[in-house]
């Protein structure tokens, strides 16, 4: 790895993880995904493509179980060996470990709840699977209603005139699911299941939520076309359509009474993750640019003996190595901490994907002309890392719930 390893306690286990997943990143996703992005989002996502092929191999690799315990079967990974896993894996394609880190969202929560019915559906099938036939998916986005998800803790959150479009009614012994999730949902059109947010009280606005794992595979869900979007392009994305749809009492695993606290823990981890990811991104950006700026000759001298390039790649390393020190943080102290502060973790996800944003495009400066050519992968690098102040919450809206529960907690 290029960077030096500020982190003397960094045991052999993780070491060796850094390494590996590292290589398998640069030689199988960096490649793969610049070929992904050049081709249509339908193609993306046929059966037998090139993203099925790379989705596979992580599987057999059981990357998929990363976040799962060597009790049920996991890679048994402790939070800095997660953070560490998602840094490497998206410094080779950030799509890919959304993708990947989406493909766990039911088993996570089957895991946390550790209930026989759910670890036999939701966790056994998905670590057992090895051609990634079984994967899920976070849907929590309405075409109606996006930052509208993120505001708890306020007055807004329990309004009745506000709710979720997609509904649950109780009937003969389960819950039928009627409405529409937003074209954004990662895995959306290759996912076997749905962690899926709904609303069963609406007289209690967006707090009479609840979350249900339900089978995709079902009479009653349709899926939009894949989305076509700018960065990313290896990540399918689209609509779910739910028409009576069914799951299960046990399958619907959180009611309103837990859905704000739950809804907080869920961003604690996926924000976390964030953080995570984009300091992968960051860390790509950077390394380009120090490759670059020794390759290519202008005034009659390398860019690296110029000052000002000097200085700009000062300002890239001191925003990588911030990024990386926080998130690592962030995670570890979540992923011990019952609740957790998810403030901590919304500042690493705004943090880190700035950073690797504006390392991002300082690269791009950099790069001069060749920056916006398809000739070297830093513009893609760009277009993945303009999506990421969106992905997962807008930063904006993101910065305003933490700043309520920093107040909240003072
Ligand atoms: C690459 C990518 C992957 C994604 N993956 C998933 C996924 O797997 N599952 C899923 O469910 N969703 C997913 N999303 C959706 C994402 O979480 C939403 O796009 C995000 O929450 C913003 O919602 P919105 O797009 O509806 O924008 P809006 O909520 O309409 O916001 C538009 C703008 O208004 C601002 N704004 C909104 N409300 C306020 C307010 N109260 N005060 C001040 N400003 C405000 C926002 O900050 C933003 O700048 C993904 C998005 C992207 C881009």
């Given at each position: 790895?290029?960077?030096?390893?500020?982190?003397?306690?960094?045991?052999?286990e993780h070491?060796?993880l850094?390494?590996?997943v590292?290589?398998?990143?640069?030689?199988?996703?960096?490649?793969?995904?610049?070929?992904?992005?050049?081709?249509?989002?339908?193609?993306?996502?046929?059966?037998?493509?090139?993203?099925?092929?790379?989705m596979?191999?992580m599987y057999?690799n059981n990357y998929h179980t990363v976040l799962i315990s060597d009790a049920y079967g996991g890679l048994g990974l402790d939070p800095l060996g997660v953070h560490i896993f998602w840094e490497e894996l998206a410094?080779?394609?950030?799509?890919f470990a959304v993708s990947l880190g989406c493909s766990c969202f039911s088993s996570f929560y089957a895991t946390m709840l550790c209930?026989?019915?759910l670890i036999?559906?939701f966790v056994t099938p998905f670590v057992n699977c090895?051609?990634a036939?079984i994967m899920s998916c976070w849907?929590?986005?309405?075409?109606?209603?996006?930052?509208?998800?993120?505001?708890?803790?306020?007055?807004?959150?329990?309004?009745?005139?506000?709710?979720?479009?997609?509904?649950?009614?109780?009937?003969?012994?389960?819950?039928?699911?009627?409405?529409?999730?937003?074209?954004?949902?990662s895995n959306?059109?290759?996912a076997?299941d749905v962690a899926?947010?709904?609303?069963?009280?609406?007289?209690?606005?967006?707090?009479?939520?609840?979350i249900?794992l339900?089978?995709?595979?079902?009479?009653?869900?349709?899926?939009?076309?894949?989305?076509?979007?700018?960065?990313?392009?290896?990540?399918?994305?689209?609509?779910?359509?739910?028409?009576?749809?069914?799951?299960?009492?046990?399958?619907?695993i959180?009611?309103?009474?837990?859905?704000?606290?739950m809804?907080?823990l869920t961003l604690g981890h996926a924000n976390a993750t964030m953080g995570a990811y984009?300091?992968g991104?960051?860390?790509?950006?950077?390394?380009?640019?120090?490759?670059?700026?020794?390759?290519?000759?202008?005034?009659?001298?390398?860019?690296?003996?110029?000052?000002?390039?000097?200085?700009?790649?000062?300002?890239?390393?001191?925003?990588?190595?911030?990024?990386?020190?926080?998130s690592r943080?962030a995670m570890v102290f979540n992923m011990n901490t019952t609740?957790p502060?998810?403030?901590?973790s919304?500042?690493?996800?705004?943090?880190?994907?700035?950073?690797?944003?504006?390392?991002?495009?300082?690269?791009?400066?950099?790069?001069?002309?060749?920056?916006?050519?398809?000739?070297?992968?830093?513009?893609?690098?760009?277009?993945?890392?303009?999506?990421?102040?969106?992905?997962d919450?807008?930063?904006?809206?993101?910065?305003?719930?933490?700043?309520?529960?920093?107040?909240?907690?003072?």
């Open positions: 790895m290029p960077y030096t390893e500020l982190n003397l306690e960094l045991s052999e070491e060796l850094k390494e590996e590292h290589k398998f990143a640069m030689e199988v996703l960096r490649p793969a995904s610049l070929e992904l992005d050049k081709l249509s989002p339908s193609e993306v996502v046929k059966k037998g493509s090139l993203y099925w092929e790379c596979a191999r057999q410094y080779g394609s950030v799509g209930e026989d019915y036999d559906n090895k051609d036939s849907g929590i986005t309405e075409p109606q209603h996006g930052s509208d998800n993120l505001m708890t803790g306020t007055e807004f959150f329990r309004d009745p005139a506000h709710a979720h479009q997609v509904k649950a009614k109780r009937k003969g012994g389960k819950w039928v699911i009627n409405g529409q999730k937003s074209a954004w949902i959306g059109p290759v076997s899926l947010f709904v609303n069963m009280d609406a007289s209690c606005g967006f707090s009479g939520g609840g249900c339900l089978n995709l595979d079902q009479p009653g869900v349709s899926r939009g076309k894949p989305l076509d979007k700018l960065g990313q392009r290896e990540l399918p994305q689209g609509e779910l359509f739910f028409d009576g749809a069914e799951c299960s009492e046990e399958a619907m959180v009611d309103p009474e837990s859905y704000e606290s809804t907080e984009f300091t991104l960051a860390q790509a950006a950077f390394d380009l640019s120090m490759d670059y700026s020794r390759e290519r000759v202008q005034g009659g001298k390398l860019l690296s003996e110029h000052q000002l390039v000097q200085r700009k790649l000062f300002d890239m390393f001191v925003k990588v190595e911030t990024a990386r020190a926080f943080s609740p502060k998810v403030q901590y919304i500042g690493a996800k705004v943090f880190c994907t700035e950073a690797a944003f504006q390392v991002a495009s300082d690269s791009v400066q950099l790069f001069g002309g060749y920056g916006v050519s398809k000739d070297f992968p830093i513009e893609k690098l760009f277009r993945d890392a303009r999506a990421g102040l969106i992905e919450g807008s930063n904006d809206s993101l910065s305003l719930a933490a700043g309520l529960m920093i107040l909240r907690e003072a």
